[in-house]
């Protein structure tokens, strides 16, 4: 379950406890999050919990389990997370020889000597040498050196901002951004050759990339991203070859697709230097999600599943606008304002369909409308209405401490809705937006 947040990992334990049938998902979602770590600590058998991307190893505090035959597994990108984090496994570069096999059989190209000057000038990171090998098979690259001489041409202020605990080479940034460029030429090709001078494929591969940049690390639902774009069989194709190209990975079961976090952050400073574009890149995402119907999710399954997956990329926007760790100043973000009737609707839908424990995973989101458009602003007003309806629903009172004006007006007792019953849907538009010129 995604952990990149302490709010995140109490909703995903929130949520198996209902799984589990030991919640009915319309209590405090801290309250389920306890039950469930009991109840995992009391059961028997060989058991497997992953926590995902953990940031702040301080959002685990009293949510890990220790049970007899219960095992837990934490990822996290953090170098030194202490002594009480357990058993640490590095899970980093590959070793030299390793990634000189990965090269040669990714490429084709029979240069031992070659790909070991390729894997020292990437660090023998693996996601930048399956991109890097993806571009040289997909350019026609004659030789490695030939690769790395075009890499090395990049500008040094043209990589990506340093975090904490940062060791990559810079030729990594390099490798990335060219992966993707180079993945978006072609699609641009295929669509000129096909006499499609609108460039549908691309459009889509484009606004594609900066949903998973801009969205849950967790991953997005691949249905939504089929979505995109003038015709499903053209973003089908064009998310076909993001995968093919190594630039995103879809989850085991096949219903989310995930970049790196590493190609996430190229692609996010990459728009910040291109207002313009990302204007339309962020458009386009927000229609995206407008456009995810939740109607029906008291009684659809896949509208139901739509609504939590919702939950999951409203969070990660907020954490994005609080300007957490793993955020750059230089990385852009979505405008809060531009999706607050997204996040009414769906705190509206998980209440309607008996997750308020879940739709109070939202506060966040609530507070940064405030911060956004003011406490007095129609749509703040209507978020924090919708907000008390789903305490009621899950039976704890609101906490007056957690908004920034105490003296905002109480929810009516009603439990008629204050937003609309219907989703924000909007027509996308065809996306046929591109991060640089082709030729």
């Not at 050759?193 to 639902?221: F, I, M, Y």
Request: proline share 6%; hydrophobic share 35%.
């Amino acid at each position: 379950m995604d952990a990149s947040s302490r709010e995140a990992l109490v909703a995903g334990l929130a949520g198996l406890a209902v799984e589990m049938g030991i919640d009915d998902g319309k209590g405090d979602p801290d309250a389920a999050a306890c039950r469930c770590v009991n109840r995992l600590n009391s059961g028997e058998g060989d058991r497997l919990i992953v926590f995902d991307n953990v940031e702040d190893f301080d959002d685990l505090t009293g949510l890990v389990p220790h049970g007899q035959g219960l095992r837990v597994l934490v990822t996290t990108t953090v170098a030194s997370p202490g002594d009480s984090a357990g058993r640490l496994i590095a899970v980093g570069a590959f070793t030299r020889p390793q990634s000189v096999d990965f090269i040669r059989e990714r490429t084709g190209l029979d240069d031992d000597a070659g790909a070991a000057r390729l894997a020292e000038a990437l660090g023998d990171l693996p996601v930048a040498l399956a991109q890097a090998a993806a571009t040289i098979k997909l350019n026609g690259y004659a030789t490695i050196d030939e690769y790395l001489a075009d890499l090395r041409e990049y500008r040094l202020d043209e990589v990506v901002d340093r975090l904490p605990g940062d060791d990559y080479p810079d030729l990594v940034h390099a490798a990335l951004r060219k992966a993707y460029e180079s993945a978006l030429d072609m699609l641009a090709d295929k669509d000129r050759s096909s006499g499609e001078e609108d460039l549908p494929r691309v459009g889509a591969a484009s606004v594609q990339l900066a949903a998973l940049a801009l969205l849950a690390p967790s991953g997005v639902p691949r249905p939504w991203l089929h979505r995109i774009g003038t015709r499903m069989p053209f973003a089908r194709q064009s998310l076909g070859a993001l995968v093919a190209h190594s630039i995103c990975t879809p989850s085991q079961d096949g219903r989310y697709v995930r970049i790196h976090g590493l190609q996430g952050r190229v692609l996010r400073e990459d728009y910040n230097k291109q207002p313009e574009v990302f204007a339309s890149l962020e458009k386009a995402v927000v229609t995206l999600l407008e456009s995810i119907d939740m109607d029906e999710a008291s009684k659809n399954d896949t509208q139901r599943a739509d609504a939590l997956d919702m939950a999951d990329h409203l969070r990660a926007i907020s954490e994005q606008q609080q300007g957490q760790a793993h955020y750059s100043p230089h990385e852009v973000r979505i405008n809060p304002s531009s999706v607050s009737k997204i996040i009414n609707y769906t705190v509206h839908r998980l209440t309607d369909m008996g997750r308020p424990q879940t739709a109070l995973t939202l506060q966040e989101a609530v507070d940064m409308l405030t911060n956004a458009l003011g406490p007095d602003h129609p749509d703040t007003l209507t978020a924090r209405n919708n907000l008390a309806r789903a305490h009621r629903q899950a039976g704890t009172p609101p906490q007056p401490s957690t908004y920034t004006k105490p003296s905002w007006p109480t929810a009516p007792a009603s439990s008629t809705p204050t937003t609309s019953t219907h989703s924000p849907r909007a027509t996308t538009s065809p996306a046929r937006i591109r991060m640089r010129e082709t030729s």
